[in-house]
């Protein structure tokens, strides 16, 4: 059997099953959860079969990668656990290939295939992620902080052309409405109460993400003295947070990426560029200019 499997592959795979089974098994070890403390077992139980197998083929005893681990381990504290193994998981198409060119040569292949197919994924989404519970007060926040700010900043530009006014301007702003923003969100919270999730938490989630976006956005004002090299910088600024963000929920929510960027992209630019054509009226039928 050994002579028509593919070593090289069937190194690299078990590399990979080593890895995941270290990261499932620490994660087991760290979560609070119970619920969530046995769904990492049982992967962590599959991933070490996995090992188990692919070793009798390449007669080797593998050590996980440290830093692989470290890195979805830290991803998992940053971005929720929904996110991570699911980002992990996307790596599997290749295993999942692997394990059905496999099956030709051995037929106990067949039940490894069948998990990475199925089981796994299906395990992942039982999961209790408070950090994905959250992602409702993220969108909230830089929703309307990239709506309202571009659309903001665009007008401002264009009527003061001064960039240094324009970013402070926007800054004050900004802060300004983050704080309502943080207190329409507890009293929203407050209003539909969820066991699962803090009226604080979620207010200080949609207000933080509100604050992060504004300085993204007033950054390049106070970098430029240009006001268009200004502007142009902070729709490059946009686009990057809503390709980050729309990144992030897509993969955690399995949502569809690019529909989700163009239509928050659409939404964002579009106010942006009425608050543009308003700008331009008020400083050339006004006379406003500072």
């Not at 946009?238 to 897509?250: G, P, Q, T």
Request: aromatic share 14%.
């Amino acid at each position: 059997m050994n002579k028509t499997v593919d070593i090289q592959k069937a190194l690299r795979q078990q590399q990979n099953e080593i890895d995941d089974y270290t990261i499932y098994s620490m994660l087991a070890t760290s979560e609070k959860h119970e619920p969530n403390r046995d769904i990492f077992r049982k992967i962590a139980k599959e991933e070490q079969g996995h090992y188990a197998y692919l070793r009798t083929l390449t007669q080797k005893e593998l050590q996980p990668r440290s830093f692989v681990v470290l890195f979805y381990l830290f991803l998992s504290k940053i971005l929720g656990i929904s996110f991570t193994l699911k980002f992990l998981e996307n790596r599997e198409e290749g295993a999942k290939q692997f394990y059905k060119e496999l099956i030709a040569i051995d037929p106990k292949a067949s039940d490894i295939y069948e998990q990475e197919m199925h089981h796994e994924i299906e395990l992942i989404d039982m999961l209790h992620d408070k950090k994905l519970l959250y992602a409702g007060a993220i969108v909230l926040g830089m929703n309307d902080a990239l709506v309202e700010l571009t659309g903001t900043l665009s007008g401002l530009a264009l009527a003061f052309e001064k960039s240094s006014i324009v970013g402070v301007t926007g800054l004050i702003m900004g802060i300004a409405a983050s704080l309502s923003m943080a207190g329409s969100a507890y009293l929203e919270s407050k209003e539909t109460p969820n066991e699962d999730i803090s009226a604080m938490t979620y207010a200080l989630y949609t207000g933080i993400s509100y604050i992060i976006t504004t300085a993204l956005l007033v950054v390049p004002f106070f970098l430029f003295e240009a006001i268009y090299t200004s502007i142009f910088w902070m729709f490059c600024a946009a686009l990057v947070a809503i390709l980050a963000y729309n990144f992030y929920i897509s993969v955690a929510k399995e949502l569809a990426f690019w529909k989700r960027v163009r239509e928050m992209s659409f939404i964002t630019f579009g106010v942006a560029l009425i608050s543009f054509g308003i700008g331009y009226v008020v400083k050339h039928y006004f006379g406003i200019e500072i």
